[in-house]
């Protein structure tokens, strides 16, 4: 874990920076999707009204736009699912390490009241680190979650633009 993501005010930030990140993309995806529809609809009405005029471009782009943005975020979740499982086994290994450092060090201090230390000290250390996790992997999911929309944000933003310049109902 970057030690960014285990400092509890840098982790903060980094959740709250993440989050509106999130909340603006996702509000910009639902507004662009909201108007793609709106556009899409409008095209359809007017085919159907002159058959021969119809945008049959625009329509035959509505699946596989849609099949390549909604893998390629697939794609993306799957890497950054391993990535988050890969961080979860990091830390749970540095877990094991210190466990077995401060276990080493507890059983061999020559006196009890050393061993109640070396063990409380531990013990402290441990419920510390502990608290860092769930902050780190929300983090990480949050960034996971943006990754993901991104291709489908591009896709949704990209054919507002393009029905913007078109000349609807022509």
């Known amino acids: 874990m970057q030690a960014s993501r285990l400092n509890s005010a840098a982790a903060m930030d ?3 920076s993440a989050a509106r990140r ?3 993309q996702t509000m910009e995806l639902t507004f662009a999707a909201a108007e793609v529809v709106f556009r899409r609809m409008t095209l359809g009405g007017f085919a159907m009204l002159d058959p021969t005029g119809g945008d049959y471009d625009e329509f035959s782009r509505m699946v596989p736009e849609k099949a390549e943005a909604f893998s390629d975020a697939s794609s993306i979740l799957m ?3 391993a990535q988050i499982g890969q961080e979860v086994t990091r830390f749970v290994s540095d877990e094991i390490m210190r466990a077995a450092e401060a276990a080493t060090a507890v059983m061999t201090t020559p006196d009890p009241a050393g061993m109640i230390a070396g063990q409380a000290d531990a013990g402290i250390s441990w419920a510390a680190r502990l608290t860092t996790l769930p902050r780190a992997i929300c983090v990480l999911a949050l960034e996971a979650q943006a990754a993901a929309l991104t291709p489908i944000h591009r896709a949704a ?6 029905l913007r310049k078109g000349d609807v109902g022509r």
Not at 157 to 162: F, I, K, P, S, Y
């Open 157 to 162: 933003t990209d054919n507002v633009e393009r």
């Open 22 to 24: 999130n909340y603006s």
């Open 14 to 16: 980094d959740f709250l």
């Open 79 to 81: 890497r950054r699912t």
